[in-house]
């Protein structure tokens, strides 16, 4: 489970205080994939960034009980000077995980040949994205975290693999997913929310969601 309990934070624009939210109280209950619809600057990433633990809540408490992944796309804990060889058996080591599968199943995945030898640094950006995506399904968590603001590859072939592991735990696991099109979430999540105005408003289905987001657009 991953709870928001009267959690609040905002940022200091220099110009005014930007609200990303005020008091908001949710959860995210395992096998309840979760849609959150939000306009562009309203906070997404930083939404993401808080349930992942990389960013703190001005008040108010969030509490994980479950094994919660890194954003999809978020490459804070790769270092960039080692190959993708070696930040796969590092952060498996980290995560209590055999380094060889790990290793193996984020070399298949990625499908860039010999840079995968090479250092992180030298990548473009498609195949930095395609081995953080690589890396966070390598590893075993109850809750994804997607935000549509992450590199996106190009690649076919590696969106087909990719798009079939992650069909898959979504049979056995749950996502939270923030996007400004409603159309993203339709792949993922049927229960929805509206981030607006520092305000989560919670819904039982996509359509209900919809409904206020396309009103209040």
């Not at 997404?44 to 108010?60: S, Y």
């Not at 929805?192 to 408003?201: D, M």
């Amino acid at each position: 489970m991953l709870e928001f309990d009267e959690v609040s934070k905002s940022f200091w624009t220099g110009k005014r205080r930007k609200v990303i939210l005020d008091r908001a109280s949710f959860r995210v209950e395992l096998g309840r994939s979760l849609g959150i619809l939000a306009p562009n600057g309203t906070g997404k990433t930083t939404l993401i960034n808080m349930m992942a633990g990389l960013e703190k809540p001005d008040e108010g408490r969030i509490i994980r009980s479950s094994r919660i992944s890194f954003p999809l796309g978020f490459m804070g804990g790769v270092v960039p000077r080692h190959s993708a060889r070696e930040n796969a058996r590092y952060i498996a080591r980290l995560y209590g995980l055999d380094p060889d599968y790990v290793e193996a199943f984020c070399r298949w995945l990625c499908g860039i040949a010999e840079y995968f030898d090479r250092p992180v640094g030298t990548y473009s950006q498609g195949m930095r994205a395609r081995f953080g995506f690589s890396l966070m399904l390598a590893l075993d968590f109850d809750i994804y975290l997607i935000d549509e603001g992450m590199p996106q590859t190009t690649d076919a072939e590696f969106n087909r693999k990719a798009g079939e592991i992650l069909r898959e735990r979504l049979e056995t696991t749950t996502v939270v997913i923030v996007s400004h099109q409603p159309q993203t979430l339709e792949r993922f999540a049927r229960q929805a929310a509206v981030l607006r105005h520092g305000q989560l408003h919670m819904f039982d289905s996509l359509e209900e969601a919809r409904e206020l987001y396309d009103y209040q657009a």
